[in-house]
């Protein structure tokens, strides 16, 4: 009998045991997060990662996708949150045209209005506005006495489109990309002396001295580094991009603290939850260029600029919980 009792005893443990670690595993939280295929892309996918699995979150980071994959990832629910850049959702997600003149927060309010459709819930943004921009070194727009695109594209145009110019890959063939800058600035760049190539290869180009024009980042720390001339938009064909985390629904209804979370996240840069005004911008490039810096020119790895910065804003000290 009393044999009998202790196997009971310890069946009785065993099963209790198994209850709990089953219990353990359906309450453990799970979410998938994706990252673009480009330096502030893998920052902030370490950023936004790292900050979820210190307030209990289990992450699964997709990176290196391209602006399409990281969307369709979304839109299937393969991925749950990323961080997408204000331009690129109004005009190649949603397919929607940008009205020149359009501001930082005018454009956020309407992606967030009209993404809500689509299940999508946009939260805070960085207002870092990392717009695309064409860049040439100041020797040779000094030569040619260029300041604006507008001036640019006049050489363009004399010349037959036959400056060494070098662009990604993406913006070669996106919508909002190299085909319609052409068009509003009216000028035509020759296949021959056109390259592209991955993220970050015209910023070696131009370093190099292997082409006249490269597409940057307005975040791009090289710019700085270098003292390149980038091309004013006079006549503001690039939309604002500003680097803005959001959510599907269906995973922010089941953890709705995701939003306070990365909320955190967001207020540690310039203007982080107010209205921006030009000086929030530019601070905000400034602090997203040093990030990039950190990565591009001084060699560190993404997960380790995260963690550093994390850690300096004593996001990953406190509890956000």
């Known amino acids: 009998m009393r044999r009998l009792n202790i196997n009971i005893v310890v069946g009785v443990l065993v099963f209790a045991l198994m209850i709990g670690a089953v219990h353990a595993h359906a309450a453990e939280k799970e979410v998938t997060v994706g990252n673009k295929n480009f330096t502030e892309q893998y920052v902030v996918g370490q950023l936004?990662?790292?900050?979820l699995e210190h307030s209990g979150f289990k992450v699964d980071l997709r990176s290196d996708l391209t602006s399409m994959a990281l969307r369709a990832g979304m839109e299937s629910g393969d991925i749950d949150i990323c961080a997408d850049y204000t331009g690129t959702a109004w005009m190649v997600h949603l397919k929607r045209k940008y009205m020149q003149g359009t501001n930082n927060n005018e454009l956020y309010q309407l992606v967030k209005a009209e993404d809500k459709s689509n299940h999508f819930i946009w939260l805070y943004p960085i207002w870092n506005n990392n717009a695309y921009a064409m860049a040439s070194r100041p020797e040779f727009a000094k030569k040619h006495n260029v300041t604006t695109l507008s001036d640019l594209a006049g050489v363009y145009r004399k010349r037959r489109g036959k400056i060494k110019t070098f662009v990604d890959f993406e913006f070669s063939v996106r919508p909002d990309g190299l085909s319609a800058l052409e068009k509003f600035?009216?000028?035509?760049?020759?296949?021959?002396?056109?390259?592209?190539?991955?993220?970050?290869?015209s910023l070696i180009a131009l370093k190099r001295g292997k082409t006249h024009?490269?597409?940057?980042?307005?975040?791009?720390a090289s710019i700085a580094k270098y003292g390149w001339h980038t091309y004013i938009d006079d006549k503001s064909f690039f939309p604002p991009y500003d680097l803005t985390p959001y959510v599907r629904k269906k995973v922010l209804n089941k953890y709705p603290e995701i939003a306070d979370i990365l909320k955190k996240l967001v207020a540690t840069f310039p203007g982080g939850g107010k209205l921006p005004t030009p000086e929030i911008v530019a601070e905000c490039r400034k602090a997203w260029q040093e990030l990039n810096a950190a990565v591009d020119i001084e060699k560190m790895e993404p997960t380790e600029v995260a963690y550093k910065?994390?850690?300096e804003h004593r996001?990953?000290?406190s509890n956000l919980k």
């Open 48 to 51: 936004i990662k790292q900050l």
């Open 185 to 201: 600035y009216d000028f035509k760049m020759a296949k021959s002396t056109l390259k592209t190539g991955t993220p970050g290869t």
């Open 213 to 220: 024009v490269a597409m940057v980042f307005g975040t791009d």
């Open 315 to 317: 996001l990953i000290d």
């Open 309 to 311: 910065y994390l850690r």
